[in-house]
T-cell receptor, first 114, second 113 residues
Framework: DAGVIQSPRHEVTEMGQEVTLRCKPISGHNSLFWYRQTMMRGLELLIYFNNNVPIDDSGMPEDRFSAKMPNASFSTLKIQPSEPRDSAVYFC????????????FGNGTRLTVT | GESVGLHLPTLSVQEGDNSIINCAYSNSASDYFIWYKQESGKGPQFIIDIRSNMDKRQGQRVTVLLNKTVKHLSLQIAATQPGDSAVYFCAENIAQGAQKLVFGQGTRLTINP
């Protein structure tokens, strides 16, 4: 039973470059979440989708960040242009769209912007 | 307990002892709480959850206690094993009817042989 799949596992890029992170949620889950984890700020919710529609993007730090979910089995988080302060581990999670349903996380993408 | 900043609180226990990890949550309206375990290089892994209409829930070797009066959550792990070494996070759903989980800063659990 495949869990949430994220790619790439590691990404190293130079400041100013575009970065695209990818996520495949668990089949049958209809809610998808993007989180960012840093030592200073812990796990922060960036954005979440229900049935492929963005519901709450209040956690997206700036206009440089954008997320899409073109279908039920794929989502992307894009940073353009990237900056060193964007360095973090980015997690995708999915869940059933029912109240009080736990989130299931992928193993994250570690992003380093130099 | 929880703290903000670079240094995670750490709990060290002897193998075989029981562990208790505490969490103070922020929103008195939160209706759902989850404990997650995160091992190095992996994403948070679901352990156990509890709804606000309960004060205790048990799983396999784990128990979660909820005290809404003081906004306190705890995770008890029985007979701690080396594989329990990880960072443990509590999370609260701050938006009733939605799924907006806010995570605490985490507690690092280390097991002494």
């Amino acid at each position: 039973d495949a869990g949430v799949i994220q790619s790439p596992r590691h990404e190293v890029t130079e400041m100013g470059q575009e970065v695209t992170l990818r996520c495949k949620p668990i089949s049958g889950h209809n809610s998808l979440f993007w989180y960012r984890q840093t030592m200073m700020r812990g796990l922060e919710l960036l954005i979440y989708f229900n049935n492929n529609v963005p519901i709450d993007d209040s956690g997206m730090p700036e206009d440089r960040f954008s997320a899409k979910m073109p279908n039920a089995s794929f989502s992307t988080l894009k940073i353009q242009p990237s900056e060193p302060r964007d360095s973090a581990v980015y997690f995708c999670a999915s869940s059933l769209r029912v109240a009080n349903s736990p989130l299931h996380f992928g193993n994250g993408t570690r992003l380093t912007v130099t | 307990g929880e703290s903000v900043g670079l240094h995670l609180p750490t709990l060290s226990v002897q193998e075989g002892d029981n562990s208790i990890i505490n969490c103070a949550y922020s929103n008195s309206a939160s209706d759902y709480f989850i404990w997650y375990k995160q091992e190095s290089g992996k994403g948070p892994q679901f352990i156990i959850d509890i709804r606000s209409n309960m004060d205790k829930r048990q799983g396999q070797r784990v128990t979660v206690l909820l005290n809404k009066t003081v906004k306190h959550l705890s995770l008890q792990i029985a007979a701690t094993q080396p594989g329990d070494s990880a960072v443990y996070f509590c999370a609260e759903n701050i938006a009733q009817g939605a799924q907006k989980l806010v995570f605490g800063q985490g507690t690092r659990l280390t097991i002494n042989p």
